[in-house]
């Protein structure tokens, strides 16, 4: 008789039948199936079922296992899926959404939030940002890889910056992501930020502060930043003026930044003025 499907009271997965009854997997993390992988989480509850008549210590477990609900047999299949994907730097990490759609019989949305709420996707995954099936996730352990991954810093800083703003300090980043992650982001990307090694998409500004040196912080690329904006218009002030007589190209710092709609003690006139 061949080999069925089980699980475990501590759910890990086993095979029950007269092949492999009552053989479980090393430790409860580690949902590979000894014989086959578990493509589907349907097709699962349905082999499940079947072997629910047979008798003896593999009946049993099979008939307990058929009582498990879907959202549980669901977390299970994308626990696996993540542990299979890896290792392999081009498919992990890897959003949740991504990976139930790899299914056999892909779940429906509802289902997929409700597993992402309990064990064992919820204690053994995380995701870039809570709640979101599309976000990139990972196992717990590997937190510092998703910190790290320049997807997250680049939804981040697109999500966070605009024309009116176009940089934003690590910190504020942090506080988007789910709360383990938060740490291991800021230690990673405030070394990259010190050591001046970006991804192409950002760049680092030098905020200007009412007090103090200017602070560093990371710069959308998409948007020019303010005191560039107003060095520019200074520039054109200047040309504009140069038309004339000489001695309306020498205009006061005062009349330099009425121009400009600012003060001459505003740290962006003084930023624009030190601008290249």
């Given at each position: 008789?061949?080999?069925?499907?089980?699980?475990?009271?501590?759910?890990?997965?086993?095979?029950?039948?007269?092949?492999?009854?009552?053989?479980?997997?090393r430790?409860?993390?580690?949902?590979?199936v000894?014989?086959?992988?578990?493509?589907?989480?349907?097709?699962?509850?349905?082999?499940?079922?079947?072997?629910?008549?047979?008798?003896?210590?593999?009946?049993?477990v099979?008939?307990r296992?058929?009582?498990?609900?879907p959202?549980?047999?669901?977390?299970?299949a994308?626990?696996?899926?993540?542990?299979?994907?890896?290792?392999?730097?081009?498919?992990?990490?890897?959003?949740?959404?991504?990976?139930?759609?790899?299914l056999?019989?892909?779940p429906?949305?509802?289902?997929?939030?409700?597993?992402?709420?309990?064990?064992?996707?919820?204690?053994?995954?995380?995701t870039a940002?809570?709640?979101?099936?599309d976000?990139?996730?990972v196992?717990?352990q590997?937190?510092?890889?998703?910190?790290a991954?320049?997807?997250?810093?680049?939804?981040l800083?697109?999500?966070?910056?605009?024309?009116?703003?176009?940089?934003?300090?690590?910190?504020?980043?942090?506080g988007?992501?789910?709360?383990?992650?938060?740490a291991?982001?800021?230690?990673?990307?405030?070394?990259?930020?010190?050591?001046?090694?970006?991804?192409?998409?950002?760049?680092?500004?030098?905020?200007p502060?009412?007090k103090g040196?200017?602070?560093?912080?990371l710069?959308?690329?998409?948007?020019?930043?303010?005191?560039?904006?107003?060095?520019q218009?200074?520039?054109?002030?200047?040309?504009?003026?140069?038309?004339?007589?000489?001695?309306?190209?020498?205009?006061?710092?005062?009349?330099?930044a009425t121009?400009i709609?600012?003060?001459?003690?505003?740290p962006?006139?003084?930023?624009?003025?030190?601008?290249?």
């Open positions: 008789m061949p080999g069925c499907w089980g699980l475990s009271q501590y759910g890990a997965l086993s095979v029950a039948g007269e092949e492999g009854a009552g053989r479980g997997l430790s409860r993390l580690d949902f590979r000894l014989d086959q992988p578990l493509h589907s989480y349907g097709r699962y509850v349905t082999q499940l079922i079947e072997c629910g008549h047979h008798e003896g210590k593999g009946g049993t099979a008939k296992a058929a009582k498990v609900s959202v549980k047999q669901l977390g299970l994308l626990v696996q899926q993540l542990e299979q994907h890896r290792g392999h730097p081009n498919a992990y990490p890897a959003s949740l959404h991504d990976l139930a759609g790899q056999a019989e892909p429906e949305e509802e289902l997929l939030l409700s597993a992402m709420k309990a064990a064992p996707l919820k204690s053994a995954v995380i940002f809570p709640g979101e099936p976000a990139l996730a196992l717990k590997d937190k510092e890889q998703l910190a991954d320049p997807r997250v810093l680049k939804r800083i697109e999500q966070l910056c605009s024309p009116q703003l176009p940089h934003v300090s690590i910190d504020s980043m942090a988007l992501l789910s709360t383990p992650l938060r291991p982001f800021k230690k990673h990307w405030k070394a990259q930020l010190k050591q001046r090694t970006l991804p192409e998409f950002a760049a680092i500004a030098d905020v502060q009412a040196k200017p602070k560093p912080e710069h959308d690329i998409r948007f020019p930043l303010p005191w560039v904006r107003y060095a218009q200074l520039l054109e002030e200047l040309r504009q003026r140069c038309q004339g007589e000489w001695f309306q190209c020498l205009p006061t710092a005062e009349e330099l121009s709609q600012l003060t001459p003690t505003d962006l006139f003084q930023q624009a003025l030190a601008s290249p």
